[in-house]
């Protein structure tokens, strides 16, 4: 299939997720969209089969309808955690095999701290924009005080953590982030996933921006954004 195809398809798919951000109150809205992806052991066969790329693809669809400047910031985590280029319309093609197969090993343990450090590190005070975090990851972390206790530092950041557990895991760390008590606004929610594969696009978009809008207007309210 040629680029020009791919990135057709692309932009065709992100009609879909109009209506989805529509439905959810979110038109109009302008946030900085940020995917946040598990290399993990585990993780390996998404990577391989083309599968992560695929997701890589729909949430571009989705950022091209709110998105403030048509990029997704991008970083990966493992053990540790990493920064990557962003991702455009125009460069999305192959990405998966270009610059993260190509960098990176897809076989360490999972923490969960490392990328949210990264997180609120660069998105640390006022922002132009929102910053809306889509968080992939198939399994439980290692290092669950040292999350727990960013999750509530970053409750005063203008940053949203939308977490995506893929598989048949029952997630019950990530469940408890979603009610996690002592913030200073909810932050994060948590959707799961069995099959990220054949789930419609319609629901995914849908159920990633769920929680979104309360998060913004309450955001609002106490002017962190």
Same mark, same amino acid.
């Given at each position: ?63 091209? /309808?709110f ?14 955690a ?34 949210l450090?990264?997180?609120?590190d ?18 439980? /972390? ?51 996933? /069995? ?6 696009d319609?629901e ?6 769920n ?15």
């Open positions: 299939m040629t680029f020009e195809l791919k990135k057709k398809e692309v932009v065709d798919l992100s009609k879909k997720a109009a209506f989805a951000v529509g439905m959810n109150r979110l038109s109009g809205v302008k946030a900085q969209v940020v995917l946040v992806l598990d290399i993990s052991k585990s993780m390996n066969p998404l990577y391989r089969s083309g599968l992560i790329q695929k997701v890589i693809e729909r949430i571009l669809a989705l950022a091209l /309808n998105d403030d400047d048509g990029s997704i910031d991008m970083f990966l985590f493992g053990t540790r990493y920064s990557l280029p962003p991702i455009t319309i125009n460069d999305f093609d192959n990405y998966v095999q270009k610059v993260i197969l190509s960098e990176y090993k897809i076989n360490e343990a999972t923490n969960y701290a490392p990328p450090k990264l997180i609120r660069k998105y640390h005070g006022k922002q132009p924009v929102p910053v809306f975090v889509i968080f992939l990851t198939d399994g439980g /972390n290692a290092d669950r005080r040292e999350t727990e206790d960013i999750i509530r530092s970053l409750s005063s950041e203008p940053v949203f953590i939308q977490f995506v557990g893929i598989g048949a895991e029952s997630f019950p760390f990530l469940k408890k982030l979603d009610e996690l008590k002592e913030r200073l606004i909810d932050n994060a929610g948590f959707m799961q996933i /069995n099959d990220i594969v054949t789930i419609e319609s995914l978009y849908s159920r990633l921006l929680e979104f809008p309360q998060w913004i207007e309450k955001a609002r309210e106490i002017k962190i954004i």
